[in-house]
DNA sequence: TTAACAAAGTGTAAGAAATACACTAATTAG
DNA sequence: CTAATTAGTGTATTTCTTACACTTTGTTAA
């Protein structure tokens, strides 16, 4: 079973692979998490251009030629939205060749999360507008975005059972309800109170502020900070497991 | 602070973004592994081309413009190889600006898995020869493929314990000694028979074929085969856990 | 001032899973 | 028939996970 190829023969009987230049629009779009005390949010922008003008869709943008693509992420999601210095996952590459009407356009996507109430939200002239979108509404997106949003939400779900970032959507200063509401939020089901309790504090790495929430109609909550420090020191060799089981509640 | 980006102006302000074309390289690379009763392997070619030509580096190739990624990467694959249908996970795309001496160079890297006994290797005319190494030999790779065989060997490593991918690498039929040592080489780990034993019949996809090993110089051990259908039932929803401990054996 | 409301906070028993650990059984080779 | 080699097996202990409901603390409004 020899390999004949015409095409890799081609290809590659050159000693210069640059005589082919791969002849295509590179971009990256952006997963941008937030929450907000209830939900699970996506910051979306209102497309400026064809094609899908007017269309909300994930913010995205061309990578230069002479920029890495760490790089271009950031400075995309630094320009779309002001925000540095995040967290930003790759994610997955799309490229299908028929994903964009105008040619071919192959993507990284990558998420990152922020607070949503640490950034304003500025329009860039791409696009119209720029806003949160509940994770619930975002189905119907142009291209393959939905797909995209898809995987990264996944990713999302994989990786808050085993790195702190959760909290990189909360307040410095955050309740255990606050805590468990975006947890849930995020794996989409509901977990027992007291179990996310014991289960998170016995990792040992949230501080406990002795300081009380304000300005709520009922029992004030505890402030709690992640201690960042901590947590280094007791997982980063092997990393942690949450694993906390969705309820159950009333099978009686 | 509204964005005011040149660059980002320069880039978009047009209507058709085709006017900007991202002139690079676009490529796959692939990490195959097998495994050998013994080792973890890793199949290389030597390059017969410069840059870095006689070096033994990954199997990759370009992406052609009308052709999808995973498409690609099945075919340089199949071409390299001459191994189809196989388990293919696309891992990360690797694309910092200096990675390849000639010029830019985007690679998404995958994975996947293949009984060594059932191919042959092919050398194609890219190539000098194809070789399968052990992994504890594929340092010192040129351009980032150290790098990208690093993330891929990750990857493999989560997904053992979540996926019955394991099977893959090894014979149809397969005592329960050849498939702990296949865990013990992809998790780089001593794990304890009778806990593995334990565990993996536990999770009621293996089937005990009633036969035994032959030729062996020893007690020869029962074979078992991997039940997919049996697998699909129980796991398909959920996914299964795979965790055993590594051996901490005579702390006494 | 007090009653109604709302969410915070708390403990335990039962079951499941993970771990540590060492000897006997079956076969071949010499 | 003995030595060598690997297969195969069970249990007690510990740790983790689960299910589950009432009391506390504060605010608001009558």
Chains 1, 2 share one sequence.
Not at 201 to 230: N, T
Request: aromatic letters at 12%.
């Amino acid at each position: 079973m020899d390999i004949k190829s015409k095409n890799l023969e081609t290809k590659h009987n050159k000693n210069n692979a640059f005589d082919n230049f791969f002849k295509s629009a590179f971009t990256v779009d952006n997963i941008i998490f937030g929450f907000d005390e209830a939900d699970l949010k996506v910051l979306l922008i209102k497309r400026g251009e064809v094609p899908y003008e007017n269309q909300w869709a994930l913010p995205g943008n061309f990578v230069y030629q002479d920029e890495d693509l760490n790089t271009a992420a950031k400075r995309v999601l630094a320009e779309l939205t002001g925000v540095k210095n995040v967290h930003l996952e790759q994610v997955k590459t799309f490229g299908s060749v028929g994903r964009h009407p105008f040619g071919r356009v192959i993507t990284v996507a990558y998420y990152s999360l922020i607070k949503i109430s640490d950034y304003h939200l500025h329009v860039s002239s791409i696009a119209q507008e720029a806003a949160w979108h509940s994770i619930s509404e975002v189905k119907g997106m142009p291209f393959d975005h939905d797909e995209i949003f898809v995987a990264c939400f996944n990713r999302l779900k994989l990786n808050i059972k085993r790195q702190p970032i959760g909290f990189e959507l909360l307040p410095p200063k955050f309740t255990l309800t606050q805590l468990q509401h975006l947890y849930e939020a995020i794996l989409e089901e509901k977990l027992d109170k007291r179990n996310f309790r014991k289960k998170i504090l016995s990792m040992d790495f949230l501080i406990d502020l002795d300081e009380l929430q304000e300005g709520v109609a009922h029992r004030p909550a505890k402030l709690f900070k992640f201690d960042k420090e901590r947590y280094r020191r007791l997982y980063e060799e092997e990393g942690f497991h949450f694993d906390v089981a969705p309820t159950k509640h009333k099978k009686k």
